[in-house]
């Protein structure tokens, strides 16, 4: 990463034009955040969920996603799902039906129809799970409370179904804006804004925590005492010290590639001679970036979001499928953790599995070992002790292969990092509660990070091109 040619890079206009057009979409996206769902006594309605949201790691995961959108019940609160949703679905579809596989390869056109439909698909998901929240929230949470009607006309679910589903709408229609600047994914930059804007909350209630003037302090050495809570004290240390320590790695691993080298035959043309040169293809250790980890938590979050939904309905025929799905696909906490069962084991090990299913998923999308292949071949280029066209398809897909084995491996048990953590605090009577909640959201923050980062720095040396002349 040159720093310099990022700094000398926003003297320039159009570097300054589209950076402003970023950060005004998230300012514009934070704005919409805490605008309420048209309901019946929002204040009260907003701290019934908010203390059940934090009660649970299934609130806690929506919650993180939506931005803290769940707990301040904005028109937001649905968030970018359906259109992740959408997204899986139309590119497994891509891999399926032969005529999307054609589209995608005629390019750019082929492309824009497909993510066309994608955004058709998005809306009517869009409606189906802004009545799935609503009915959630009206049955299992506003149930509760004691003030406030939680009565509900035609005109009141018509009202927010549609305020829900246009947030989601415009949610979609903000990140599609952001990637059209060409400094990073908009949909992983909402979700990384949305992470940021929970930073301030999660240090106030560890600082709250820590400096807890009921507990006797901290003694160091016998010199001085430290007003700290000695236990909150050693925790944070740890947590810090082990997080630092993933975060190198996680740089690591996200950094990592390997380089193949392709050669470009010489060729004679009139009087003139052009080729023979060498040439780089970089293929990166994880390619998928963030993006596996994103669909493993919206698919994770549909499994127990229903069992929520079935268990709300009161009927006993679907109860025990209903507690079954809760149990098994919410997140263990400590609770969970201190007589664990082989039901604690489901989540972690299926979110791992669903990583690696999806880094090898969204891998083939991004790198299409054919594609690259015959492009080399109709370039002059090949791989040096490899023949043109399928010979090299066939050592692209093995380099690849291994990589994401590897890749894919190593981004799983990072993911599910925070979980043994968890378990081992809770072996040993620590609360720790949020920490699965904080690794995911610390991935998902270094990976779009570092992706937006080598997008800037790309978009720089565009605009300062013409300084080194």
Same mark, same amino acid.
């Given at each position: 990463m040159?720093?310099?040619?990022?700094f000398r890079?926003?003297?320039?206009?159009?570097m300054?034009?589209?950076?402003? @057009?970023? !950060?005004?979409?998230?300012?514009?996206?934070r704005?919409?955040?805490?605008?309420?769902v048209p309901l019946?006594e929002?204040?009260?309605?907003?701290?019934?969920?908010n203390?059940?949201?934090s009660?649970t790691?299934?609130?806690?995961?929506?919650?993180l996603?939506?931005?803290?959108?769940?707990?301040?019940?904005?028109?937001?609160?649905?968030?970018?799902t359906?259109?992740? =949703?959408a997204s899986?679905?139309?590119?497994?579809?891509?891999?399926?039906?032969p005529?999307?596989e054609?589209?995608h390869?005629?390019?750019?056109?082929?492309?824009?129809?497909?993510s066309?439909?994608?955004?058709?698909v998005?809306?009517?998901?869009?409606?189906?799970?802004?009545?799935?929240?609503?009915?959630?929230?009206?049955?299992?949470?506003?149930?509760?409370a004691t003030?406030?009607?939680?009565?509900?006309?035609a005109t009141?679910?018509?009202?927010?179904?549609?305020?829900?589903?246009a947030?989601?709408?415009?949610?979609?229609?903000?990140?599609e804006?952001?990637?059209?600047?060409?400094?990073g994914? &908009?949909i992983?930059?909402?979700?990384?804004?949305?992470i940021?804007s929970?930073?301030?909350?999660? *240090? &106030?209630?560890?600082?709250r925590? /820590?400096?807890?003037?009921?507990?006797?302090?901290?003694?160091?050495?016998?010199?001085?005492t430290?007003?700290?809570?000695?236990t909150?004290?050693?925790?944070v240390?740890?947590?810090?010290v082990?997080?630092?320590?993933?975060?190198y790695?996680l740089?690591?691993i996200n950094e990592a590639?390997r380089?193949?080298t @392709?050669?470009?035959?010489k060729?004679?043309n +009139?009087? +003139?001679?052009?080729?023979?040169?060498?040439?780089i *293809?970089?293929?990166?250790?994880?390619?998928?970036?963030?993006?596996?980890?994103i669909?493993?938590?919206a !698919?994770?979050?549909?499994?127990a979001?229903a069992?929520?939904v /079935?268990?709300?309905t009161?009927d006993d025929?679907?109860?025990?499928?209903?507690?079954n799905? @809760?149990?098994?696909?919410?997140?263990?906490?400590?609770? =969970?953790?201190?007589?664990p069962g082989?039901?604690a084991?489901?989540y972690?090990?299926?979110?791992?599995?669903?990583?690696?299913?999806?880094t090898?998923?969204?891998?083939?999308?991004?790198?299409?070992?054919n594609?690259?292949?015959?492009n080399?071949?109709k370039?002059g280029g090949?791989?040096?002790?490899?023949r043109?066209?399928?010979? =090299?398809e066939?050592?692209?897909?093995?380099t690849?292969?291994r990589?994401i084995?590897?890749? +894919?491996?190593?981004?799983?048990?990072i993911?599910v990092?925070?979980?043994?953590?968890? !378990?081992?605090?809770?072996?040993?009577? @620590?609360?720790?509660?949020? /920490?699965?909640?904080?690794g995911?959201?610390?991935?998902?923050?270094?990976?779009v990070?570092?992706e937006? /980062?080598?997008?800037?720095?790309s978009r720089a *040396?565009?605009?300062?091109?013409?300084?080194?002349?």
């Amino acid at each position: 990463m040159n720093w310099k040619i990022i700094f000398r890079s926003l003297k320039n206009r159009d570097m300054q034009k589209r950076l402003g @057009i970023i !950060f005004g979409l998230i300012v514009v996206y934070r704005f919409l955040a805490h605008v309420p769902v048209p309901l019946a006594e929002p204040t009260a309605l907003r701290e019934i969920i908010n203390s059940v949201v934090s009660g649970t790691d299934f609130g806690g995961f929506l919650n993180l996603l939506s931005g803290g959108s769940l707990a301040g019940l904005s028109i937001m609160l649905v968030g970018l799902t359906p259109f992740i =949703t959408a997204s899986i679905i139309s590119q497994l579809l891509t891999k399926v039906v032969p005529r999307l596989e054609e589209l995608h390869k005629d390019g750019e056109s082929g492309r824009r129809k497909i993510s066309q439909w994608t955004r058709i698909v998005t809306v009517p998901l869009a409606v189906i799970q802004s009545i799935a929240f609503i009915y959630f929230l009206r049955q299992t949470v506003l149930a509760s409370a004691t003030t406030g009607s939680v009565a509900m006309d035609a005109t009141g679910w018509v009202l927010a179904v549609t305020a829900l589903s246009a947030g989601a709408v415009m949610l979609m229609w903000l990140g599609e804006l952001m990637t059209e600047q060409g400094i990073g994914n &908009g949909i992983s930059l909402l979700i990384f804004a949305g992470i940021i804007s929970q930073l301030p909350n999660t *240090l &106030g209630t560890v600082l709250r925590s /820590l400096f807890n003037e009921a507990t006797a302090g901290l003694s160091v050495f016998g010199w001085f005492t430290l007003p700290v809570d000695p236990t909150t004290f050693w925790v944070v240390l740890l947590i810090s010290v082990i997080g630092l320590a993933l975060l190198y790695i996680l740089v690591k691993i996200n950094e990592a590639q390997r380089i193949i080298t @392709i050669n470009y035959a010489k060729r004679v043309n +009139s009087n +003139s001679a052009y080729g023979g040169v060498k040439s780089i *293809l970089p293929v990166k250790l994880i390619a998928a970036g963030v993006i596996p980890v994103i669909f493993a938590i919206a !698919f994770l979050s549909l499994p127990a979001f229903a069992g929520q939904v /079935l268990k709300s309905t009161g009927d006993d025929r679907y109860q025990p499928l209903a507690d079954n799905l @809760i149990t098994w696909f919410q997140a263990p906490n400590d609770a =969970t953790y201190i007589n664990p069962g082989w039901e604690a084991l489901v989540y972690p090990i299926v979110y791992f599995s669903l990583v690696i299913l999806f880094t090898y998923f969204y891998t083939g999308i991004v790198f299409n070992s054919n594609e690259i292949a015959e492009n080399l071949q109709k370039q002059g280029g090949f791989i040096e002790g490899i023949r043109p066209g399928a010979q =090299t398809e066939r050592y692209l897909s093995r380099t690849v292969n291994r990589l994401i084995l590897f890749g +894919s491996i190593a981004l799983g048990l990072i993911a599910v990092m925070p979980f043994m953590m968890q !378990f081992v605090f809770a072996q040993v009577g @620590i609360q720790a509660g949020s /920490l699965a909640i904080g690794g995911t959201g610390l991935l998902i923050v270094v990976t779009v990070g570092l992706e937006t /980062l080598r997008q800037i720095n790309s978009r720089a *040396l565009m605009v300062t091109y013409d300084d080194y002349k």
